[in-house]
């Protein structure tokens, strides 16, 4: 079956614009989770969606944003990018039990 | 809170020989632990997991891992190294509440050499 995809694989964008990365998690996966890692800070959970529903969300500032639609595709949106937002983001799809995470490939956002 | 530690950011060892990569982790419940492998400019590929049932765990490629509650570790090994074994490893915990987020290990990266 296939797996988890993300898209783009990579962007580049410029401090101040605003970009929206996209997650189709597996077939049957209804919770999708998103991660950021950089080389400092390590892996880091943004925020998890399960029905359309935000569930949980880290400690990201609120220029971080989510949603995902009824085919539980999902999308994550970063507004007014800081060169610090260049990171690899990750996303990870799920079924409800939370005892089986596979993720994409990833999309690396570059910010100049 | 939980946490996951893993002490060692460098891991060296030689081809057939046998490595470990450790971890130990904090949550307030029972853990269910995860094993990742990322290969660079990749995502994480899923290696193995405790949920409950036997300590030792059997994954892909090779890998295992025991759990021991005692100790609160996961250490991941392998009797016998390959130089594509040559990659960066996680360990991840999330508590058995209705939390669903990951807490990753900053990473240990493992060379092969042969």
């Known amino acids: 079956k296939a797996g988890v995809t993300q898209t783009p694989r990579y962007l580049i964008k410029t401090r101040g614009q605003q970009v929206t990365l996209s997650c189709s998690p597996i077939?049957?996966?209804?919770?999708v989770s998103w991660y950021q890692q950089t080389p400092g800070q390590g892996l880091q959970f943004l925020f998890e969606?399960?029905?359309?529903?935000?569930?949980n969300k880290g400690n990201f500032p609120g220029r971080f944003s989510g949603r995902q639609f009824s085919n539980s595709r999902s999308e994550m949106n970063v507004s007014t990018l800081e060169l610090g937002d260049s990171a690899l983001y990750l996303c990870a799809s799920s079924l409800d039990r939370g005892n089986g995470y596979t993720f994409g490939s990833g999309t690396r956002l570059t910010v100049v | 809170a939980q946490s996951v530690a893993q002490p060692e950011d460098q891991v060296n060892v030689a081809e057939g020989n046998p490595l470990t990569v450790k971890c130990t982790y904090s949550?307030?419940?029972?853990?269910?632990l995860f094993w990742y492998v990322q290969y660079p400019n990749r995502g994480l590929q899923f290696l193995l997991k405790?949920?409950?049932?036997?300590?030792l765990v059997k994954g892909s490629y090779g890998f295992e891992a025991e759990f021991n509650k005692s100790q609160t570790s996961f250490h991941l090994k392998k009797p016998s190294a390959l130089v594509s074994d040559s990659a960066l490893y996680f360990c991840a915990v999330r508590d058995s509440g209705s939390a669903r987020q990951l807490t990753f290990g900053s990473g240990t990266q493992l060379t092969v050499l042969p």
């Open positions: 969606y399960f029905s359309e529903t935000q569930r």
């Open positions: 949550v307030s419940g029972n853990p269910y």
């Open positions: 405790y949920i409950t049932g036997d300590n």
């Open positions: 077939s049957g996966h209804r919770s």
